[in-house]
Structures are given as structure tokens and as C-alpha cells.
């Protein structure tokens, strides 16, 4: 058994541990990632068993009484995780809308058709709405801790209106979170079985890389050319890379920025002179970027002895990669075989 299924099966038996009866049932066959689900869809892959049951909440445990069965998620984030395991997502927050990674709702691209077809409604763009929130009628609502969709100032309105759990998702997997939403949802068997689809797709694509010089820098790099997110190995990214077998590369506690944005783990802050300092992989990838990144960042004359730039080992993954979820993780290991196999 290889470290990752060890990991794997260890992040489950904790979840399993955490609630009456969660995993109880043998696991079954799940609905086609990216296809419009079933009617037994939104009943849940483990039925009405199991329930009240009791879930972490970064604010506290958070009981249950009854399966979900009209989930608002107030974090884009989160919304692509709960399409990828089937959960009955009705409502969710969305970002500006008709940009380079978003649709016309402010869904993110890579998941949006599949949100169409499952009729969730877009909520409200960029700032929380607690009304409309309100008028979706929640059973159960999902806030993230930190990010940029994090609607944490809106806990204790929101808290009066249905049981509401906050997700941290900046030290997680995109597994590990649709595995910790399974278990919140009664989809631990869509969880389990998405998690295993993209473990053997993983698995099968690091068998055909054939990895550039290490270590690697990965990172997302600003626009206007100040400075880089760096992930580090607890993002859903660095993770990924991890496992595929690259060497993430080490950002000098010298050249450290603020490396929070709030509470976050999953990235380290890069500016000014100090990007130039911070970047040490021999191998550059670039997320949430495309070719026109690329030669951005071959232009920037900072970098210009940046060991990855002058050997000409930039390589953009992808503008749909500042968040992982099942959807962009796939796109993610696709663009990698093709530049590296």
C-alpha cells in the first residue's frame, strides 16, 4: 500500500471515528462525476442512517439532527467540492462573473455546467448576502474560515438561521475535504469514490511524468508584477505536487513576507525585492496563469537570474487553479502530463 492510500485511509477512519455510524455502510457505486444527478442523488448514498449526528465545526461541534437536504455553501470553494460527492447544494456565494475563471453566474468554469444542470443559484456575487441566504431556506450552511470567500463575519446571524459549520479548507487536500463533507452531508460514498477515481487518474499520470529539474517553485504571481503567493506543502497544491513526486521548493524565512492573509497556512507572501530571494525552485509552475503569465514573468527583469527563468523552466498550469476541487485537480494533472510526459 503506497503512502498516499496509507493517508487516505487514515483521514477516513478519523472522520469515521468522529460520528455515530458515518462510514457504517459498505461503499457503493456514485453518480458520474460532472453528470446532472440522480433522483436518489440528493437523498445521500448512506440514506437517513446515522443521524443526529455530531460534526467539527472550526467554531465548535455542530449537531445534526437530520441528512442535509438543501445545503447553502456561502464559499465558491467549498460549492465545487459538494458537486464532485452529489450533495443537495441549492444555494451558493459566487465571485464577479464572466471572468477568465468564472461563467456568467460567477461560478467558477470548471464545475459551472454541472451547477447549471443541478440548478443552484447563484446567491450573491463577492460580498455575503445574509438575506439571501435567508430566503434559500438552509438546513445546513458551510462558511470557510479564510480566503477571500470566507463570509466568517456573517457566523452568528447566520448560526440563527440553520446549523452552520465553518471550514478551514487552506490546510486540506481537495480529498480531504470532500471526505470531511461526506461525512457532514451522508455522502460518504460518493466522497470515498470520487476520492479513489482521481487517486488511480493520480496514480497513472505519475507513472508517465517525467519530472523537471528539482526542486519547484509554485506559486500564483500577483499581475502587476510586485510580487508572488508561494503554496507551501500544506496547500490542496503543494499537496498534489507532493504526490506526484515534485519537490516543493523552500522560501527562505529571511525573505518571508506576512505569510497569513488572515489565518492561512496554505501560502507565504512574496514581495518586492523579496520575491527574487524567495523563489529558489529550479522549475517554476505557474497556477491560476496562463502563457501570457509566462512571459510576463520571463520579463520581469528581477527574476531574470531566477534559476528557473534563465533556464527558460517556467510552465503556467492553468487559470483554473487557485482552487483545487475534483473539476480543476483533473484539468490540473491533464496539463502536466502534456507538458512533462
Known amino acids: 500500500m503506497n503512502i498516499l492510500k496509507v493517508a487516505r485511509s487514515g483521514f477516513i477512519a478519523l472522520l469515521c471515528a468522529s460520528v455515530l455510524s458515518a462510514c457504517g455502510d459498505k461503499p457503493g457505486p456514485a453518480a458520474p462525476v460532472g453528470s446532472a444527478p440522480a433522483a436518489a442523488a440528493s437523498t445521500g448514498s448512506a440514506g437517513q442512517q446515522g443521524w443526529p449526528r455530531t460534526v467539527d465545526s472550526s467554531k465548535g461541534k455542530v449537531t445534526l439532527a437530520a441528512q442535509p437536504q438543501r445545503i447553502v455553501s456561502t464559499s465558491v470553494t467549498l460549492t465545487g467540492a459538494l458537486l464532485a460527492i452529489n450533495a443537495p447544494v441549492v444555494g451558493s456565494g459566487a465571485s464577479s462573473p464572466n471572468s477568465t475563471v468564472t461563467d456568467d453566474q460567477g461560478f ?36 470557510a474560515g479564510t480566503g477571500g470567500d470566507s463570509a466568517i463575519r456573517l457566523y452568528e446571524q447566520l448560526s440563527q438561521i440553520a446549523p452552520t459549520v465553518v471550514i478551514n479548507y487552506d490546510n486540506k487536500s481537495w480529498e480531504e475535504l470532500a471526505l470531511q463533507l461526506g461525512v457532514m452531508t451522508g455522502h460518504e460514498q460518493d466522497a470515498n469514490a470520487v476520492v479513489a477515481r482521481f487517486a488511480g487518474q493520480l496514480q497513472q499520470t505519475r507513472a508517465r511524468l517525467k519530472l523537471p529539474p528539482q526542486p519547484t517553485s509554485a506559486l500564483v504571481y500577483y499581475e502587476d508584477d510586485t510580487g508572488a503567493n508561494v503554496w507551501t506543502a500544506e496547500s490542496a497544491q503543494g499537496k498534489l505536487l507532493t504526490e506526484l513526486g515534485f519537490t516543493l521548493a523552500t522560501v527562505p524565512a529571511s525573505v518571508r513576507g506576512n505569510t497569513s492573509m488572515g489565518v492561512r497556512k496554505d501560502i507565504v507572501q512574496l514581495g518586492g525585492e523579496k520575491m527574487a530571494d524567495g523563489l529558489q525552485g529550479q522549475t517554476m509552475l505557474l497556477f491560476s496563469a496562463d502563457d501570457s503569465t509566462t512571459r510576463q514573468v520571463k520579463a520581469n527583469k528581477f527574476l531574470a537570474r531566477n534559476p528557473a527563468v534563465a533556464a527558460d523552466r517556467v510552465y503556467a498550469v492553468g487559470l483554473d487553479t487557485f482552487r483545487l476541487d475534483y473539476y480543476s485537480a483533473s484539468n490540473l494533472l491533464k496539463r502536466l502530463e502534456e507538458r512533462f510526459r
Open 108 to 143: 467558477f468554469r470548471q464545475w459551472s455546467s454541472i451547477a447549471k444542470a443541478r440548478k443552484v443559484q447563484p446567491l450573491y456575487n463577492g460580498e455575503p448576502d445574509a438575506e439571501a441566504i435567508v430566503n434559500a431556506a438552509p438546513d445546513l450552511i458551510l462558511i
